[in-house]
């Protein structure tokens, strides 16, 4: 009977050890959503829910990425609540944070079970500048063809943005300026300009938000922007080219081609060039032309080989002309040269039927010539003869 008094009694003071302990609980208040790069407030407060005070001071610890930030609690009673106020100031749309009482143990407690609170979340938001470029036409004088451009700047952000500079950028022109803008409200745009920059197929035209800067923003990269100001350039194209698809060797032949300027400017005198298998056979001379203009041209060809070879027509061929596209000044086709058959009155007829001259005349003149004399004596009478 003694024996069981004692365990009773033994086990009751155990209990009483047990739950005549302090137990810290934290807890925390605070608006989830903040304003970038503002400062604000969070409340915390750590509170002694057990039945005995605590002995010891300790510590509060709030984690937040990768930054520490304590709170020194004292000694509580039961019942006791400790409050403190930290400021924070976001720099990232997204910040979590924990909350553990008596991080570092000093306080013996009834419960190590409650002392920790995680996944708390502030929502940040900020200001988000755009630059946005507007060709609003083009205009030509005698200096060359100029744009009329205008910058939109816009805040796509959450927040409003305070007064910034946009800045308009064109090298070739001289253009460098900041303009004032703002402030903006989320979604509110300003527009700014106009600026005059000259064409250039090189350099584009820049607009820069918040050039400073002074507006705190996430996403810094979408601040700029560019337009391309190309200038009005000449097209030179080979539009038509012919010539007899079957030749004789020897006697010349006509050919045709036609050039023209497909582009949006005018262009300056050029040359279209005339090749049969490489060789060449006419640089014609093509004079300026008009936007839409066309050049027919004629030139002489003849074979010196049998076989089949490419005429090719090659427009600019000295590639003086800074044009629009430079893969369409090009036209081939195909002719095939053959020796043993003249040409007379657009039909065909083998060399050994043709009548020879009945004058004898031509043999004296003949004998008195010289060997290439008579070749080119010969040439000349059959292309008289016969039409070549």
Known sequence: ????????????????????????????????????DTPFEMNFTTTNVGNHSANNSSMTLVQYGIGL??????????GQVHRATLGFTCHEPLVQFNVTADMYRAVEESSELNNFIGQYFINCSAANMIAEIRLNGSFTNASGT???????????????AGSSQTRALHQPSGINELAWVGPLAPGESAESGPWFPRCSNTVPFMAVADASPVIFEFNETDNS???????PLPDLT???????SLMNIGPFYTGSVATRNNGSAASPAT?????LGGN???NLAIPALQVNETRPSNFSIRCWHEGRFPVVATADSADVVVEESEN????????????GVVRANNSQMPLDKVEKPKTTRSEGIFNSLGLGEIDRAVEGFFRWMFGG
């Open 146 to 160: 100029y744009y009329i451009a205008s910058i939109i700047t816009r805040n796509i952000g959450g927040v409003p």
């Open 328 to 339: 369409n000044n090009v036209r081939e086709i195909s002719v095939r040269c053959q020796s």
């Open 69 to 78: 930030g304590p709170i020194t609690v004292m000694a509580l009673v039961p």
């Open 238 to 244: 080979i539009t038509a080219l012919s010539a007899p």
């Open 280 to 282: 060449l056979v006419a």
């Open 225 to 231: 922007a560019s337009a391309p100001l190309a200038c």
């Open 1 to 36: 009977m003694g024996k069981m008094l004692v365990s009773s009694l033994a086990i009751a003071l155990f209990a009483l050890c047990i739950f005549a302990l302090p137990d810290y609980v934290p807890g925390v208040s605070y608006s989830p959503n903040q304003q970038a």
């Open 271 to 275: 040359n279209t060039r005339i090749t």
